[in-house]
């Protein structure tokens, strides 16, 4: 691990507007019918750890402090929304009434404060991609059946299967309006494909391989593993990351390094998450179940490692750990062959190809914070 020389908290440096941003997101994500403002507000309202905005304002707020002579003009017009009746059911509801529905049920109009070196629409890009985020737990909760998320029962407990699908298709379709309202081609075009690629990404998990069950050499598995793990994580933080860059206007050089320091973060980040999965005590230490991915089936890095060391576990693999044993047996593997430290070590990686993105940007307090949040991904217990 590269040593983190100045340890800022990145949580200190935005806490201004983090704090704006539940009450934001809410305003964004209104709707008319009580029901479905409830599920849809239902992630919001627990304890989430907010990564992705906040690497969004940190690297705004970083991005600021380039030099002129790296920049063009930054997208500084506003966020405001289209007074247009047309897209609220009001005129409906005025000629039939119907009781059940709040007639403001069209997006409210959020609060938008400047904040020194944050931009408005980098501030309202850190609410979209918390809300893809969040639509995208709520479908993944159905797809894993999980019961748990956020130390509270998931989406798909609490309300039923139907409801969840609903609020998250909801919240994506607000985060659409959001993201119009951008009023940014690139950024469109780039938001718009993340929600692609998560699809991409969790599809390419449930089929896990080809379609045909044949031999297929490892390495092509891992390549595949990180595909997949681009798709289903790191594409919403490198996405995002490069849209900030779009926004403050930078040179296509610095665009491209912020969406290197995002892919590599994001790899990093789902890397960790698949190493707890193994090692976590207990769920109260990750408010979400553990040891998940073996009974869903799931073949990640410290199965993959083990598997160079063991040929015999390609046959668990391949049947998905679906016979009696099996899961207990790849535990037994992964033990042996060293799988999670392993991982670790490519988590390790990412991390520091990430930190060395970061280096192209000038010093400032964000930069180091941003710095932190990146050492504090690889090191996390949740
Ligand atoms: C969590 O992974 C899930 C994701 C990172 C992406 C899920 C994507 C979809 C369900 C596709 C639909 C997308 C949208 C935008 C509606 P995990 O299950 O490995 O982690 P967990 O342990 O936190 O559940
Ligand atoms: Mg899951
Ligand atoms: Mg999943």
């Known amino acids: 691990v590269r040593p983190v020389k100045p340890l800022n ?7 201004s507007e983090m704090s704006g941003l539940a009450g934001n997101i809410a305003k964004l994500v209104g709707s008319g019918h009580p029901s479905l403002n409830k599920v849809a507000n239902y992630y919001f309202k627990s304890q989430g750890k907010h990564i992705r905005p906040m690497i969004v304002l940190l690297l705004s707020k970083a991005m600021s402090e380039v030099p002129d002579s790296r920049r063009g003009e930054p997208d500084t017009s506003d966020v405001s929304y289209i007074a247009d009746e047309s897209l609220s059911p009001l005129k409906i509801l005025n000629e039939i009434p119907m009781p059940i529905l709040n007639p403001l049920s069209k997006p409210q109009e959020p609060f938008v404060s400047e904040i020194e070196g944050v931009l408005p629409k980098q501030r309202r890009l850190a609410e979209i991609v918390e809300m893809i985020h969040t639509a995208s737990l709520l479908h993944d909760d159905v797809i894993d059946n999980s019961s748990e998320r956020r130390s509270r029962p998931s989406g798909n407990s609490a309300f039923g299967n139907k ?6 298709d909801f919240l994506l379709g607000r985060a659409s309006v959001a993201i119009a309202r951008l009023r940014n081609a690139e950024v469109t075009e780039l938001m718009s494909t993340t929600i692609a690629n998560l699809v991409e990404g969790e599809f390419m998990q449930l089929k896990n391989t080809t379609d045909n069950t044949s031999e297929v050499v490892k390495n092509e ?3 595949y593993y990180i595909h997949k793990t681009y798709l289903k994580t790191a594409s919403l933080m490198s996405k995002s990351c490069r849209s900030a860059a779009v926004l403050a206007g930078l040179d296509r050089d610095l665009v491209d390094h912020a969406y290197e320091f995002g892919k590599n973060l994001g790899l ?4 960790v998450d698949d190493c707890l999965d193994y090692t976590a005590a207990d769920k109260e230490q990750l408010g979400k179940p553990s040891g998940a991915d073996l009974k869903l089936g799931l073949a990640t890095a410290p199965v993959l490692y083990a598997w160079e060391q063991f040929p015999e576990l390609g046959t668990l693999i391949r049947r998905k750990f679906k016979a009696p044993g099996d899961i207990e047996l790849a ?18 990686h990412y991390h520091n190809a990430a930190l060395a993105e970061l280096d ?4 400032s307090e964000a930069l180091s914070g941003l710095k932190s949040l990146t050492h504090i991904m690889l090191s996390r217990e949740k």
């Open 9 to 15: 908290d990145p949580f200190s440096i935005v806490s």
């Open 163 to 168: 409801m969840a699908i609903l609020a998250g």
């Open 221 to 223: 598995y891992f390549q």
């Open 268 to 271: 990093c980040f789902q890397i």
């Open 331 to 348: 535990r037994d593997y992964v033990k042996k062959a060293d799988g999670v430290q392993k991982t670790k070590n490519l988590a390790v």
């Open 360 to 363: 192209f940007f000038p010093p």
